[in-house]
């Protein structure tokens, strides 16, 4: 059992295909020893190094394919790390034993909703590539009249910065005055694509909420900062998506199954706030010396190290 070099480097999340086989091209790669080749195929029980470094790998066959829903609270960055140490979406994940997780598209700071997590840089690298027209369904609270001639300019598409845009639907969920929301649809998931659209209008968004990526969507049950992880069906839906095959091992199981069950049944309460809000509270107290502005971090911090003892599975 072999699979190609430039595969297995994809899939543990270090790069998209094309870019390991520049890696791999530059001569940074090697097994058992020796330089390797693009398309090169590698076994269990290979070496495998880049930069000298050895790296821990399967063949795609015999992992479990898995993927998280996380509900991204405001004030959270999508980033591993962050010199600033503002609090990132990956604090507050599971472990996972030898492998890590791959996040699937991006929010910006000041957005919540649906994020996806897979431990398959695979599957992650196709859902968010824009030729295979993955759904992102958001709704947005607009500031500003969204007249109908405006609704349609943004269905039949406007230039931006980086290109023609448009959404796919756009539909109306209720609301008066600035208090207004609307339902959008678009495919490729540029950064700050939905509010790059409305703002060429001459229109604010005042709130992002992503409700949908694909066929997942954001499940009633899970609140703010907290995630569950998807049964076999439901990531087989989304492989089909991007042409990708089922494998055996998918899904959840022991304490993971049974963890998820419980959120269903009983679901846990939000995290509190977030860095923005805590900020905004702080700024309405008055403290604003540098010293001061840096306690919503600190409690973040805190809050992260209570909720990191997960057990890996």
Known sequence: MSEKLQKVLARI????????????????????????QVGERIEPGDELRIDGRKVQFQIEDEIRRRVLIY???????????????????????????????????????????????????ELANRLMHPSNEIEREYAVRVMGEVTPQIRQTLLNGVVLDDGPAKFESFSELGGDGINRWYQVVVKEGRNREVRRLFE???????????????????PRELRTGRWIELDKGDIDNLTKLVELKPRQGTGLYG?????????????????RGGYLRQQRRDNENGTENNNETKQPYAAARKTVAVNKGFKKF
């Open 255 to 271: 304490m993971a199954k049974r963890r998820t069950e419980r959120m269903v049944e009983k679901p846990m309460a939000a995290r």
């Open 71 to 121: 509900y991204k609270p405001e004030g959270e960055i999508c980033s591993r790390n962050d010199p600033e140490q503002r609090p990132t979406v990956f604090d507050h994940l599971p472990q996972i034993a030898n492998d890590r997780w791959v996040m699937v598209g991006r929010l910006d700071i000041n957005s919540t909703g649906l994020l996806l997590f897979t431990n398959d840089g």
């Open 13 to 36: 999340g270090l790069g998209s295909r094309r870019y390991m086989e520049e890696v791999i091209a530059a001569g940074r790669v090697s097994v058992n020893g020796q330089i390797a």
């Open 200 to 218: 060429s209008q001459g229109l604010k968004v005042s709130r992002l909420l992503r409700t949908r990526y694909g066929s997942v969507i954001l």
